[in-house]
């Protein structure tokens, strides 16, 4: 066949089109590798030429209010992994039997990883000193010089057991915060994980040790609580005690706090549970049901003994109330003089909105009262008719003021608001229950934090209960600033109120020393030494 120069030509043109074509789309995939896929690619290979184990830092100690007590701590065990690239294939039945023996795990499962192509495999976590010393003897003993890891983890461990449970909460198998102040202070207690990086070829298997490098880890930073570890031990003995004696099903709880600074000294919950055991029963006959209990309901168990019920429970708190409806009062001129005997009338109820709402003793009415003696009383009819004077709006106010409306905001997870029916939607026969403190509820402590501003002369200290918090590595203690949320009622007011606060327990208590008298005269020396103790 003759070609002539026309068809050359062409066919030349046709191939250099060609050719420019390929050497673009070339250029064009050499552009996109290295300019939007680079950095991934750049990690896809770092990821398969290195080794990378972690190291787990040391998590937060915490200790209670004096410092000396430790709540939580951390404790040294190990984690043993494996490279299975790196065991010799006539010892990987070997070791898998040995691993599988040691750690009381499946053999199948075990072999299965030791068998695996992958660059590292994790055989078991938390394992104490004595079983790794036991595993590196076996280990220099049959001259396995790679392939298994022991590297330091740490092991959470609580030296009190239930003691403040609820308060510090629990770990999880990673050392991450679950529940409580392990999970608020989950940042400052956590620490930051190092590694131990080497360089490997293209099955995993390590190259040397040249090309190791090894990242500290930072331990997580104390805590020291407000919570006094002797005081806590008490309310919590004692609060078992009555919850038991008085068959409390639903459990109590106690709080107890310092007005000057909000620090909470205690905080109690019953049943408590063993902080090093979270998982497992806390209470004798959940202990005899506990394999029998399907999964569902063993985690609603454990999820409502978890719960601290100070900050997460609401509840109606009655006549106590009468404290914020009497301070308001006060506050408002309403009532000047406290011990006026006769400024009030109790005949045994109050009609509102033509409801009748009966005294707790209207079978026998408390007739002409002081403000003290209503209090004392707990009259019902003379709070309705305070709150009545005070208004919706303005006993709303005092509400905002004692921050009854709003969360805490104490640093604990997980607390719950009060429920309080919109002031729009409070009618006259709504303001008078809440002025005696029903048809409400609220968290016992947001009854606490707004009792303590009475005990405060007037100032309204926010809840706290982590006080100073230590730097791991420089050992500075940052203080955690007391907030004042500013003044709810007078110093003039408070002193008044506090005084009739004192009056319901000394007069009561005096009752009680007179009609026991009366009824054991015959050990009447006896009972006034105990009267005059008190």
């Known amino acids: 066949m003759i070609y002539t120069k026309l068809s050359i030509k062409k066919k030349m043109k046709k191939i250099l089109f060609i050719t420019f074509v390929v050497f673009t789309c070339l250029i064009g995939r050499i552009a ?35 410092g000396k ?21 006539n010892d990987k039945e070997k070791v898998a039997k040995k691993l599988s023996e040691l750690f009381n795990l499946d053999y199948e499962k075990t072999l299965k990883k030791v068998s695996k192509k992958s660059s590292i495999e994790t055989i078991i976590k938390k394992v104490d000193k004595e079983k790794t010393d036991e595993l590196r003897r076996w280990i220099q003993e049959n001259k396995i010089n790679t392939g298994i890891n022991i590297d330091e983890d740490t092991k959470r461990y609580y030296p009190y057991n239930n003691l403040a449970s609820q308060i510090i909460g629990f770990c999880g198998s990673d050392n991450q915060g679950l529940d409580g102040i392990e999970a608020k202070y989950e940042t400052e207690l956590k620490g930051k994980k190092g590694t131990i990086q080497r360089q490997t070829d293209a099955k995993g298997g390590e190259i040397g040790k040249e090309g190791e490098n090894y990242v500290p880890s930072i331990n997580g930073n104390d805590l020291v609580l407000t919570i006094d570890f002797t005081i806590q031990s008490i309310a919590e003995k004692y609060l078992k005690e009555a919850c038991i004696d008085n068959a409390c099903t639903d459990g109590g709880n106690i709080v107890i706090v310092n007005p000057k ?4 000294l205690a905080m109690a919950t019953y049943p408590s549970y063993n902080l090093n055991a979270p998982y497992q029963a806390y209470t004798e006959e959940l202990k005899e049901n506990w394999e029998t209990m399907d999964k569902n309901e063993k985690t609603n168990k454990l999820q409502s003994v978890w719960r601290n019920k100070a900050i997460t429970d609401t509840y109606e708190p009655g006549s106590v109330f009468k404290l914020i409806t009497a301070s308001a009062a006060i506050e408002e001129g309403l009532v000047t003089d406290i011990d006026k005997q006769g400024e009030f009338n109790c005949s045994g109820g109050i ?6 709402i009966k005294c707790w003793r209207y079978y026998r009415p408390h007739g002409p009262e002081s403000l003290r003696l209503a209090l004392m ?27 009854l409306l709003n969360k805490t905001e104490v640093d604990l997870p997980g607390e719950a608001n009060s429920i309080f029916l919109a002031e729009n939607k409070a009618g006259p026969v709504e303001l008078a229950t809440i002025s005696f403190g029903q048809r409400f509820e609220i968290t016992p402590i947001q009854l606490v934090t707004a009792v303590s501003s009475i005990a405060n002369g007037g100032k309204s200290i926010q809840p706290r209960i982590v006080k100073k918090i230590i730097n791991s590595e420089t050992k500075e203690i940052i203080d955690v600033p007391i907030k004042n949320n500013g003044k709810v009622i007078s110093e003039e007011t408070s002193k008044k109120v506090l005084s009739m606060m004192e009056s319901v327990v000394s007069e009561r208590h005096r009752k009680k020393c007179k009609s026991s008298r009366i009824q054991n005269r015959r050990k009447d020396g006896n009972i006034r030494r105990w009267c005059e103790y008190k």
Not at 69 to 89: C, E, Q, R, Y
Not at 380 to 392: A, R, S
């Open 32 to 66: 996109f590798i290295q300019f939007v896929q680079g950095n991934r690619l750049k990690e896809m290979a770092y990821e398969q030429q290195t080794l990378d184990r972690t190291i787990n830092p040391k998590r937060g100690t915490i200790y209670d209010a004096t």
């Open 351 to 356: 009609e509102v909105a033509g409801v009748r």
């Open 69 to 89: 007590n430790i709540l939580a701590v951390s404790s040294t065990v190990h984690t043993v992994t494996i490279n299975p690239g790196n065991i010799n294939k």
């Open 261 to 264: 600074n909000g620090d909470i």
């Open 377 to 403: 009383n707990s009259c019902n009819p003379v709070f309705i008719g305070l709150g009545q004077k005070l208004g919706v709006q303005k006993y709303y106010s005092y509400l905002n003021k004692f921050r």
